[in-house]
């Protein structure tokens, strides 16, 4: 696809200089060389980046000679030494059809740098493929085509317990969804309707593989695993179908949305892993799992909102939310004990047959007051809200039934005395009864301040702060604080400087506990504790017409117990409008990033360095 | 005799009368254009009709009001032809309103009723060239998108030229492709939440409704996450670690979830339905 992605940039450059009306084109290369100290597969896990060629930038905009169409772009950047590629097409003929292509691929490379298990590493990449085409001609009515793809495919090393001991597997990874939709809407009806159609499916292959040639992890054993068989997969088909409606006026605005969708899922696993006791010498014992399985979900969703001016400074607004989704699911096949001897083979099979159910009903209506007048402007807003679970896991288990409630208070009061300033600040509480879940807060709050204020022409100063929290008796408790300062000089097409700073500060307790052998329980407590600031900088300095040069830098400094760690990246790029339509920059990238929580041999210094050059035409 | 005495008069009624009618096309005060053109410089007038924005007028049958359309009734400037006596530069504010004489609301809606722009005073020709010459920016803009917007809105701006960023000015996004300048109403202004509606016009992938949204119901939707104007991180998130994003509000992740490997330290590469899934809880797949 990358290999396509460059032929279609080269063919279409050619065309753009056969057919190019419009004279504002432009393409970039840039290539990029990268020193590396320290552990460099940790910055390739975060980011990715290696040396080389990478498209910086594409984007033509051609008009076409015929009359087949009046618009004509592409737009691309990524691919090459960039893990992320991203192109995009876009023609038709405007007020009549239009038509949109996007394709994007991500890789992801990661490893564990100093591990004894190499096992741990991952390798893949995400591909996304929409396409969109849109008729516009008729009078009444606006047609959608809609298709979207995306894959995951790769692979990654996952740990696997038998017989007392870890063992490593390497997954194959293959998954795609494919999803297809077509939409009418209207458009001269007083209330605009849209429906729209869709089917979707979703696949998934897996295949394991031992690691290592089956010998177990971190210690030697006398038992090797000897994966024989260890696959499997499942599909699922789901049919989709969205009506919205919409209306407004200088009084009323109305929108609505329903989407029902069933899901449709089939699976097959199919498992033998077997050991070799005493390196072969004893025999083989082994389990096994045949199994289909089947999960059939119907889901019902609907929002509403609607707001009314009931009189020229007074707005009311009301909202609506209800979600239904039940799903019936069963597993049929059987387990397998496998022995496997000098003298003797068995097999004692154990038939599985559950079925079971997740059933999850929400609902939500809420409504606001807006009072406006001479720049100030208070909002009031009380929501409810039910959320109801049920579920059985197989005809063997209980029925777990709960529901939760939730009331919401809002209030928001903004100022604006006069165009340099602007006061905002706001208030909600949100009360829960019932738990879904032991970790559930049982009470929420949270508040905020924004000031915004333009001393001068050139400056702008943003401060602005917040504070929430959550918490239920014995079991849970946590508090958010941020607060932060942005200052902004400049104005366009000279100097421009934007300083900001921000703390966040972040304490949770959740009370957990575990269950060893024999069932006994042992409480003890998760803790989490973050004391960030961050601080960027980011400075744009023109020197005429033809050159600029740009300056950014940004700290990220957590000093909370539970992850310390330091980061610090900065950039720097020069640039020149040159002649015959030429342009060309130098750029320099760095990261030094230090997690103060692992060993040092775990941080890296990265500094990634090179040019651009560009045409215009 | 007296009956043709009476259609006669009749007839000169009638006539007089459409004669009167023609004459009183224009409202109260206002001369028409070929009365401007009487002492204004050729070249201006000839500049001014080469505009679309004159050629439109034209095309409503609006020609004797090309010119009073925008500067108001100019009989007071005919009689005494002062500046003061006109509608002209400097009174920005009062030529606003006559745009409006035209350009009625595009699209109703209660942003309408009080938009942000008009209650921190700021009129047509703020954005808007007069239409004498042609304007550098469509539609009829004083200055291309974002240097017009960034004479207010300098910060914004200026985040556009942080490493990662919607490409802005050329081939890229201009601030109304997000920002509906007016305050229009579209589709997505009334089915999404204000932190949303202006990203899934062109992130439709995004706009759900999803049976597993998310966030759920977040504060500032898109802007949670995402610095919407630009960002020196990556796919311009707010942190520069995704997991740092996510730890934020989610602290309570399962206990297998090792940190200090990096496969948990990049949610999103499992997770990679972040933006909320229709068939999974857990955001794996979309």
């Known amino acids: 696809m990358r290999t396509l992605s460059f032929a279609t940039l080269f063919v279409f450059t050619c065309f753009a200089g056969h057919v190019a009306t419009a004279q504002d084109n432009h393409i970039e290369l840039g290539v990029a060389f990268q020193d590396e100290d320290g552990a460099a597969d940790q910055f390739r896990s975060h980011r990715n980046l290696d040396e080389g060629v990478y498209l910086a930038n594409l984007a033509l905009d051609l008009a076409d000679n015929t009359a087949a169409f009046d618009f004509f772009e592409i737009a691309s950047h990524g691919f090459g030494a960039e893990p992320y590629g991203l192109f995009d097409l876009k023609f038709g003929k405007r007020g009549v059809w239009t038509a949109a292509f996007r394709f994007d691929r991500r890789e992801f490379d990661y490893a564990v740098p100093g591990a004894t298990w190499p096992a741990a590493a991952a390798d893949w990449n995400i591909t996304k493929l929409r396409g969109h085409f849109e008729y516009d001609g008729w009078q009444a009515l606006r047609l959608r085509l809609n298709l979207r793809e995306t894959s995951r495919r790769g692979d990654r090393g996952q740990a696997f317990y038998g017989l007392g001991l870890p063992y490593a597997l390497n997954r194959d990874m293959d998954e795609s969804l494919r999803s297809y939709g077509i939409g009418l809407e209207t458009k001269t009806l007083p209330v605009q309707f849209v429906l729209e159609q869709s089917w979707s499916v979703y696949e998934r292959d897996y295949t394991y593989r031992p690691h290592l040639d089956g010998e177990p992890l971190f210690e030697e054993g006398e038992n090797d695993l000897v994966v024989t068989n260890f696959n499997g997969g499942d599909e699922n088909e789901a049919p989709a179908m969205r009506l919205s409606a919409t209306y407004a006026s200088n009084r009323v605005e109305l929108a609505a949305v329903g989407m029902v969708r069933q899901d449709r899922l089939r699976s097959e696993r199919n498992e033998l892993t077997l050991y070799e006791l005493g390196q072969g010498n004893i025999g083989r014992l082994g389990f096994g799992h045949v199994l289909d399985g089947d999960a059939d979900r119907d889901t019902a969703l609907a929002r509403v909102r609607l707001g009314i001016a009931l009189a020229p400074r007074f707005l009311a607004r009301f909202t609506g939310h209800y979600r239904d989704w039940s799903t019936d699911t069963t597993s049929i096949g059987e387990s397998l004990l496998v022995a496997e001897g000098n003298q003797t083979d068995f097999e004692l099979p154990e038939t599985v047959d559950d079925r079971g159910f997740l059933d999850r009903e929400q609902t939500e209506a809420g409504i606001e007051l807006e009072y406006r007048h001479s720049g100030l402007s208070l909002v009031a807003g009380f929501a409810s809200a039910e959320h109801d679970l049920n579920y059985r896991r197989s005809q063997d288990d209980a029925i777990y039934d709960e529901s939760r409630e939730t009331e919401t208070l809002r209030l928001t009061l903004a100022w604006r005395p006069n165009k340099q300033l602007r006061l905002r600040a706001g208030w909600s509480e949100d009360d829960f009864d019932g738990f879904l879940f032991r970790t559930d807060p049982q009470a929420h709050d949270r508040y905020w301040g924004d000031l915004h204020w333009r001393p001068a022409e050139e400056w702008q100063i943003r401060v602005r702060a917040a504070s929430e929290s959550s918490d239920r008796e014995a079991v849970l408790s946590s508090a958010l604080d941020t607060y932060g300062a942005t200052v902004v000089y400049g104005k366009p097409k000279g100097p421009q400087i934007q300083a900001s700073v921000g703390w966040v500060d972040l304490a949770s307790n959740v009370d957990i506990r575990f269950y060893v052998a024999d069932e006994q329980a042992v409480d003890t407590v998760s803790f989490y504790e973050s004391e960030l600031m961050t601080g960027s900088a980011r400075v744009i300095w023109p020197f005429g017409e033809r050159v600029r040069l740009e300056l950014g830098a940004q700290l990220y400094d957590d000093d909370g117990a539970s992850a310390p760690l330091r980061l610090t990246s900065n950039d720097v790029r020069l640039g020149f409008k040159g002649p015959f339509s030429l342009d060309c920059s130098v750029f320099a990238q760095r990261w030094d990033h230090d997690r103060q929580y692992l060993e040092d041999d775990l941080d890296y210094e990265i500094t990634r360095y090179g040019f651009v050059v560009g045409r215009r035409f | ?286």
Not at chain 2, 38 to 56: G, V
Request: charged share 15%; glycine share 10%; with cysteine.
């Open chain 2, 1 to 286: 005799m007296q009956r043709l005495l009476l259609l006669f008069a009749y007839f000169i009624a009638c006539l007089g009368s459409a004669v009167l009618l023609g004459q009183s096309e224009l409202p109260e005060g206002y001369m028409g254009s070929e009365v401007c053109m009487e002492c204004h410089d050729e070249s201006d007038i000839y500049a001014y009709e080469q505009q679309p924005h004159y050629l439109e007028i034209v095309a409503h049958g609006l020609e004797e009001k090309a010119c009073e359309g925008c500067h108001g009734p100019g009989e007071e400037h005919v009689l005494d032809p002062m500046p003061e006596n006109i509608l002209g530069n400097g009174k920005t504010a009062a030529i606003s309103a006559e745009c409006r004489s035209c350009h009625a609301q595009m699209h109703t809606g209660l942003g309408m009723a009080n938009p942000a722009h008009t209650r921190n005073d700021v009129n047509c020709l703020d954005c808007h060239g007069s239409g004498h010459k042609p304007a550098p920016a469509k539609p009829m803009l004083a200055m291309a998108q974002p240097d017009l917007c960034g004479q207010c809105h300098t910060g914004q701006v200026l985040e556009f030229n942080a490493p990662f960023a919607h490409r802005s000015g050329h081939q890229g996004v201009q601030c109304g492709d997000c920002h509906p300048s007016h305050a229009e109403t579209t589709l997505h202004t009334l089915l999404e939440t204000p932190g949303r509606s202006a990203c899934v016009g062109c992130h439709t992938d995004k706009a759900g409704p999803f049976v597993f949204p998310h966030p759920n119901h977040g504060l500032d939707g898109c802007a949670e996450c995402h610095a919407p104007h630009g960002s020196p991180n990556p796919f311009m998130l707010t942190r520069a670690d995704v997991n740092n994003l996510c730890l934020e509000c989610h602290i309570d992740t399962p206990t297998f979830h090792d940190l200090t490997r990096p496969r948990y330290q990049s949610c999103s590469s499992c997770h990679a339905a972040v933006h909320g899934s229709q068939r999974d809880s857990r955001l794996f797949e979309e």
